[in-house]
């Protein structure tokens, strides 16, 4: 098991630099399966004009989500919430 390092932490939590995916999909991400009462994401917007971080549009942004929501879900506790910041 290797064990990704926060960025940074307090004894009130841990910031974690990174994709997402990567660390939600690795040892991290398993650690975390069904402990997590709250997820709070603000991901990247399908933008026609790009951020300097890039985004997926269209198709692919919609592939992209779906392939996000399991990854996610999965981390809750049965009455855990994610809460998803969608610009309007
Ligand atoms: C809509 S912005 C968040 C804006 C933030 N809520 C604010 O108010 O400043 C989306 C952020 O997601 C990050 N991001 C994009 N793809 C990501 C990924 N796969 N994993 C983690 N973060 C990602 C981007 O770098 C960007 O900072």
Redesign the pocket.
């Known amino acids: 098991m290797t064990t990704i390092e926060p960025y940074t932490g307090t004894q009130l939590g841990k910031f974690y630099l990174?994709?997402?995916?990567e660390l939600l999909n690795g040892d991290l991400g398993r650690s975390l399966e069904g402990q997590v009462q709250l997820v709070f994401t603000?991901?990247?917007?399908p933008l026609n004009k790009k951020?300097r971080?890039?985004?997926h549009k269209g198709e692919d942004y919609l592939k992209w989500f779906a392939e996000l929501a399991p990854i996610l879900s999965r981390l809750l506790k049965p009455d855990g919430s994610i809460v998803i910041?969608l610009?309007v």
């Not at 990174?18 to 995916?21: D, L, P, V, Y």
């Not at 603000?42 to 917007?45: E, G, Q």
């Open positions: 990174g994709n997402c995916e603000s991901p990247p917007f951020k971080y890039g985004n910041e610009g």
